[in-house]
Structures are given as structure tokens and as C-alpha cells.
């Protein structure tokens, strides 16, 4: 059975559709109105944000510059040096760096002069010689945070960076140069003299990808020509870092101690003589103990503690640095006083028979010769030796050992024509790390102070005097037939006594009262009359002595010394020079950098 | 009698079933319902439009910003009086206000800390929008001007 059918109709649709087509339009207003929104909102921010990221951006620049100026910096901006426009920011705006962790929840930290990492903000890690700098910016209630570590710039890497020449002679037949790369950087032998700046004579000359660069000519003479790197002349100048203070190395913050200049020779494992040719400090026997901060131990004259000479040190066997310590050489400006010369009384520093290990640093105002032998792989990382010498540091070797040296050096010129075997024969020599050569002015000994002036009274003196005397005598001469008032004795002890009153001489006539101040009652030695003491009245007539003054005696002042600023290696079989940034890095931390990398780069907000 | 009596009830019925006043209302808030569309329309352009602007002459500001913290730092301060606010004024500052497109740069403020080794810049630059030929348009809802504070350092990295 059919259910009966429902009556169709149209009644109704057009509401229907009507009410559709309004909700389609209010889901279209309401996405247009959400984006519109959306939009007006991302825009009106825009132009804040880049303000105040432009903001937090002057916070790191200013930084910046004051580690620049100081690598040590870590102080708050906007601080007094700050431009005047930003310290005076509307109330609206404000930007902050801060390296006190106690007062901020986002600070920065120094850690340029730091071997090991630091904890940063966050709970992060800084690297070594770097630093973390974060500045927090706010304009109209928007803050923005930047947050970059920063690392010391070099503008290049270099192995052996020479003011003048480099000259570097091997065998022809069999000498081979060899230049390496420990880590990333860049090996680069370079020289900033024009002319003839590197001259090579070798039998191969091998760079394995390192560079030999130089302002002016470079002339290499090999039998096999594949140099195997890049030789590049007319380069551009590479800056030379200054020399370093013996402050700037210490790693312990105490004074150092006195060492008596002199030799100290070993006598066996555990002890060393002392000797002076001077007599100065009396001859001794050194153990461990008997100087402050010195051991002696396994045949080493061990430095623990910072130590000072005055004058020469010569040690025949082996100098050892003991964590960082370091040896300061300085001239003896006295050494007439215990009459020394040049050769004991500058700053240098003598190894023989033995070479200088372990991890510290010699600072020595003139020279420094050391034995590079070796029995040890000198390559080992615990021996860091810094030599930095304002004269000639000199490598020698005359035993059938490895001749190698790992450390950094910085002299005024560099040596090494002396690396032989026991038979005298050439042998290899082996350089890590890096070496820079300045050309330095290096200051003289001063003269000694003169002579002590005799208790006898000089003969201008005594001129000066006998006529200053006279002419006052001549001024109060009485008129013939008249009899003086005061006698010579009576004007010469008055004159003592004048002598005594110092300042109030003025009162005297003013030829009398200018030199006799000095010699006080010598007066009284001299009769101006020439006249014998029992004969009164007329006096003799004496010639005037003439006031000319002998010429004086100038010494020359000693005139400083120049350095050559050249490398100079020549009688070695093969030489190995191995760039190892490693060791450069106490000498980076060090150094006031011009520039510094931004290695990360962020921005966030709170 | 009967129709008097539906005019005065109002109700007047047209084919379809509807009423004259709910068409009459209907009508009216169409009206005032487009009229408001319209002024949010123009209102959220304007904005849009200004914002657009801001944003074209904050990137503009920005990029003069990048471009003076490259620049040799030297050549920058040569001849700046050093310490004190004024009108930079020496010969790399003399290429201000220069014009991109439809914005003007300039510079109208710096401050040169020479304090010994520390040497620190700081330039406000101002970009706003040159007025276009119909200057009442330019000026208002079309005028934009963005100020920016830029501290340069003499470090190149």
C-alpha cells in the first residue's frame, strides 16, 4: 500500500538561499577582517622592530669598541662614553649591556683572555678567547634581544711573518723546505720588505698548499721547482703585533723573583753551580730550594715561579718552565757600579749544552741563544716555549739529535746558521708554531754618572771668583790718601759669612753675589790683590784674568740599536717550519685586536 | 473600509508575501551596512597603504644602515667634530639627502666620541617619502617618516 505523496512547493526558497548567501558573506567579512587585522598588525610592528633591533644593534657595536679599545672590558651601556643621543633616548626607548650576572637576566661575558671555556648566560658555554656580548633593546614596549659571540680577527695567518729579509740557504744537492699546516690556518712565510724580500735556495721547496708571500721580490732557486703552493709577490704589508710585556704572560699574578745574574752549570741531575766573574753574588751551589721558586730536577734548572735577571744568564744545560712561568731579562743600567760591560750587563740569555722546555715564556730585552736539541718529540703539546727577544734570538744544535723548537717567537731578528750534528755536518731543524721578526729599536746602556768633583775648586772657578772680588773691591776703593775701612780679611770673612746666609747674597753687588754662594768661605784661600799677607795699603796690580770657560766635556750619548728585523737560516739540511695556531693563542689572547669576527649572529625576544 | 484599515496598520502586502516595512528596514540597513564596509574598506587600505610605505622606507633606513656600518669608519668621521652633537657635514656626509625611488635619506643628526682609542659614531637617519606632483594627496594618509639610530664602530667584520 502507497503512502499517499506530499505536495511539492517552492515556498520558501528565496529565504532560504538569502540566508546562505548572508552567511557566506559573514564568514568572507569575518576571514577579511581576521587577515586585515593580522596584517595592519605585522605592519604597524615592522617598523619598530627595525627600530629596535637597530637599537640593540648600537648596544653591540659600542661594545665592540670598547674591546677595541680594551680586550679586558666588560662594563654596562650606555656607560659615560656613550653618544650623547642615545644616552638621552626618549623614555619610550632604552637599550642595555651588562656583564654582572647577579643584576640582569641576560648578560654578557669576556672570556677573549681565557685558555678555558666560561659558563655564559643561560646556563650556555663561551668558547675560549671569545666572548659572548647580548644587548636588550625595548622601544614603545617592544624588546628585542641580539646575541652574538664575537672571536679575535686576523686579517691573515701567518708562520713566519719578517719585517725584512728572509734568507734561507739549504744544500742544493739535498736541503729540502718544508712548510706545514697543523689545523686550518694557513701557513704563510711572508716578508714586508720591498726589494729582494725572500731568497730560498734549496734542493725542493715544499708547501703542500701554504703560501710564501712578500711585498717585494721573492727568488727561489730549487732543483725541483713544484712548490706545490702559492707564491705571491707585491702582496700586500701584514701588520706585525707588538712585543709583549712580561706582565701581559703572567699567568700566576705574582712578582717575580730576583735571580742573581751569572752561570749556572750543571753538575748532575740535581744540582747546578752558580758563578759570577764579577764577584757580585758569591759562588754557590743550587738545589732545589736554596733560590726561591727554582728545582732542580733530572738534570734541569726548573722555573716554577716568575723570575728576574739583571744583566746576563748563561746556563750550561737544561732551562725548564714550569706551568707557565717566565724568565724577564732585563739590562743592568748599574752595571759600572760593579764594573760590568756590555757583555754581562744586558738582558740576555745563554743555553748551552741543553735546550729550554717545558710551558712559560722568556722575555729578554736584548738576546737569546739556545740550544734546539732535542730527545723528545718536541711536537708533544704540554711544551709551549714563548721567546720573545727585542734583539737576536740564535738556534744552535751540535749534537746528533732532532734539533726542534715548538713554541712562538718574537725578535728582532732570527738566527739559524749553527744547526750541525756531533760531526759538524748540517742536520734537519724543525720549527712549530710561528715566528714573527720586527725590525726594533733597542735602548743602550746609559752612561755611567760622572766623576764626583774634587774637594779642590775648579781653576774657572777660581777665575770667575778672583775677578767678581776684584771688581768689587775696585768699586769701594778709596780715594788717594784715604785709608780703607774694611780689611781684605774683614771683606773676605764677611763674604763667609754672606756665604753661609745662601739666598740672602742678593744683597751684595751682583758680580759678587753670583758664584761665591757656591764655594762659601774658600774665599778666604784666595788674595785677589796677589799681595803678601804683612803688606798694607796700595794694592798690586794684577792682571784681570780672562773669563773664558775650557769647553765642556759632552760624552755622546749612546745611540740605540736597530735591528735587522731579517731571518737568516742557512747549513741546515732540511728545514720544517709547521704553522700550529695552538701555540699562538696565549700571544692572540693577548694581543689589542683591531677587529673581531662575529661568528653567531641572533635575535629574540624576552 | 477594510483597505483604509490596512493602510492605517501598515501593512501593506505586495506580491510574494512581504511587508513594505521590512523591505523599507531591510533597505535602510543595507545602506548603512555598505556605507560601513566602505568606510572600513578605505580606512584598512589607507592603513595598508601607509603601512606599506613605513615598511618600504624602514627597509630603505635599514639598508643605509648596513651600508654606512661598512663603510671605512675613517672616511666616515674625517673632519667630524669630534664630541659633541651636530649636523655631520664633511665630505662623505655631503652626498645626504640623497633620494631612492620615492624616499629621501638623511642624515640629520651624528655624534663622533673620539675618546682616545675609543671611537664610536652615532647617525639618526630620517627616510621619509617625497611628496608626489598632487601634494594634498601626499600629505596625511600618504606621508611616511622613519627615524633610525645607528651606533658604528670601527670594527670591519
Avoid at chain 1, 288 to 295: A, E, K, Q, R
Avoid at chain 1, 462 to 486: F, H, N, Q
Avoid at chain 2, 11 to 21: E, H, M, Q
Avoid at chain 2, 100 to 128: A, H, T
Amino acid at each position: 500500500m502507497r503512502s499517499p505523496s506530499k505536495k511539492k512547493t517552492k515556498k520558501g526558497f528565496a529565504l532560504i538561499t538569502a540566508l546562505w548567501i548572508v552567511v557566506v558573506m559573514i564568514i568572507l567579512s569575518t576571514a577579511l577582517i581576521a587577515t586585515s587585522t593580522r596584517t595592519l598588525f605585522v605592519v604597524g610592528n615592522y617598523k619598530i622592530r627595525k627600530q629596535v633591533t637597530a637599537l640593540a644593534e648600537c648596544g653591540i657595536n659600542e661594545a665592540l669598541a670598547h674591546l677595541i679599545q680594551d680586550k679586558t672590558w666588560a662594563g654596562t651601556l650606555p656607560d659615560n662614553t656613550t653618544p650623547d643621543p642615545l644616552k638621552n633616548l626618549p623614555s619610550n626607548m632604552e637599550y642595555k649591556v651588562s656583564f654582572d650576572a647577579d643584576t640582569t637576566g641576560y648578560y654578557s661575558v669576556n672570556n677573549l683572555n681565557s685558555s678555558v671555556p666560561a659558563k655564559g648566560c643561560k646556563g650556555r658555554t663561551i668558547p675560549p678567547y671569545s666572548a659572548n656580548i647580548i644587548c636588550v633593546a625595548s622601544v614603545a614596549g617592544v624588546s628585542r634581544i641580539v646575541d652574538v659571540f664575537i672571536q679575535p680577527a686576523s686579517d691573515r695567518d701567518s708562520l713566519l711573518l719578517v719585517q725584512n729579509q728572509i734568507d734561507i740557504k739549504l744544500p742544493t744537492d739535498q736541503g729540502n723546505l718544508n712548510l706545514m699546516s697543523e689545523n686550518s690556518g694557513l701557513a704563510d712565510l711572508h716578508s714586508n720588505m720591498t726589494g729582494n724580500a725572500i731568497n730560498v735556495t734549496a734542493n725542493s721547496i715544499n708547501l703542500k698548499g701554504q703560501k710564501i708571500s712578500a711585498v717585494g721580490n721573492i727568488n727561489l732557486t730549487s732543483s725541483n721547482p713544484d712548490v706545490q703552493g702559492t707564491i705571491q709577490s707585491l702582496d700586500s704589508p701584514i701588520t706585525i703585533p707588538p712585543m709583549l710585556d712580561p706582565e701581559e704572560l703572567d699567568t700566576r699574578g705574582n712578582k717575580p723573583y730576583i735571580l742573581p745574574r751569572g752561570t749556572y752549570t750543571k753538575i748532575n741531575n740535581t744540582t747546578y753551580s752558580f758563578h759570577d766573574d764579577y764577584g757580585v753574588t758569591p759562588d754557590r751551589t743550587i738545589t732545589t730550594g736554596v733560590l726561591p721558586g727554582v728545582t732542580v730536577k733530572d738534570g734541569k734548572l726548573i722555573f716554577s715561579e716568575n723570575q728576574i735577571v739583571n744583566g746576563e744568564l748563561t746556563i750550561n744545560g737544561e732551562l725548564s718552565f714550569d706551568e707557565g712561568a717566565y724568565l724577564q731579562l732585563e739590562n743592568d743600567d748599574k752595571y759600572y757600579e760593579w764594573g760590568g760591560d756590555e757583555t754581562v750587563a744586558l738582558g740576555s740569555l745563554v743555553v748551552n749544552d741543553g735546550r729550554i722546555s717545558g710551558n712559560g715564556s722568556v722575555v729578554a730585552e736584548r738576546n737569546v741563544r739556545f740550544d734546539v736539541s732535542s730527545t723528545i718529540n718536541s711536537a708533544d703539546p704540554r711544551e709551549k716555549i714563548n721567546i720573545f727577544a727585542g734583539g737576536t734570538v740564535t738556534m744552535v744544535s751540535n749534537s746528533d739529535t732532532m734539533a726542534t723548537f715548538s713554541g712562538f717567537i718574537h725578535a728582532g731578528k732570527l738566527v739559524a746558521t749553527e744547526i750541525k750534528n756531533a760531526s759538524g755536518y748540517p742536520k734537519d731543524l724543525t720549527i712549530y708554531g710561528g715566528v714573527v721578526v720586527n725590525q726594533n729599536t733597542l735602548e743602550p746602556l746609559p752612561l755611567p754618572p760622572p766623576e764626583p768633583e774634587p774637594v779642590e775648586e775648579k781653576p774657572v772657578m777660581k777665575s770667575l771668583k778672583r775677578a767678581a772680588v776684584m771688581a768689587a773691591v775696585a768699586m769701594a776703593v778709596p780715594e788717594e790718601g784715604e785709608s780703607e775701612d774694611i780689611s781684605i780679611e774683614e771683606r773676605s770673612a764677611e763674604g763667609g759669612e754672606k756665604s753661609a746666609g745662601g739666598g740672602e747674597r742678593s744683597a751684595s753687588p751682583p758680580s759678587t753675589g753670583v758664584r761665591s754662594a757656591e764655594s762659601g768661605n774658600e774665599e778666604d784661600d784666595v788674595d785677589p790683590y796677589g799681595r803678601d799677607g804683612d803688606e798694607g795699603g796700595q794694592p798690586k796690580t794684577a792682571p784681570m784674568p780672562k773669563l773664558v770657560p775650557p769647553e765642556p766635556v759632552i760624552l755622546a750619548p749612546p745611540e740605540p740599536v736597530i735591528t735587522d728585523g731579517d731571518v737568516v737560516m742557512a747549513n741546515i739540511k732540511n728545514l720544517t717550519i709547521v704553522y700550529d695556531e695552538d701555540y699562538l693563542n696565549l700571544i692572540n689572547s693577548k694581543q689589542s685586536y683591531q677587529n673581531y669576527n662575529i661568528s653567531s649572529w641572533t635575535e629574540y625576544s624576552k | 473600509m477594510v483597505y483604509l484599515k490596512k493602510v492605517l496598520y501598515f501593512k501593506v502586502y505586495v506580491k510574494g508575501g512581504y511587508s513594505l516595512t521590512e523591505l523599507v528596514l531591510a533597505t535602510f540597513l543595507l545602506v548603512t551596512a555598505l556605507l560601513a564596509i566602505a568606510g572600513v574598506f578605505f580606512s584598512g587600505t589607507t592603513a595598508i597603504k601607509k603601512g606599506t610605505l613605513t615598511a618600504q622606507a624602514t627597509d630603505i633606513a635599514y639598508n643605509e644602515k648596513v651600508f654606512l656600518e661598512l663603510y671605512d669608519f675613517n672616511a666616515l668621521t674625517q673632519g667630524l667634530t669630534p664630541n659633541t652633537t651636530c649636523v655631520p657635514g664633511n665630505t662623505f656626509f655631503s652626498r645626504y639627502p640623497k633620494q631612492i625611488g620615492n624616499y629621501k635619506i638623511q642624515c640629520s643628526e651624528c655624534f663622533y666620541r673620539d675618546n682616545g682609542s675609543l671611537k664610536l659614531l652615532y647617525v639618526k637617519l630620517r627616510v621619509s617619502n617625497v611628496p608626489e606632483v598632487n601634494k594634498a594627496a601626499s600629505t596625511g594618509r600618504n606621508r611616511v617618516d622613519v627615524s633610525l639610530d645607528v651606533l658604528i664602530s670601527p670594527n670591519k667584520n
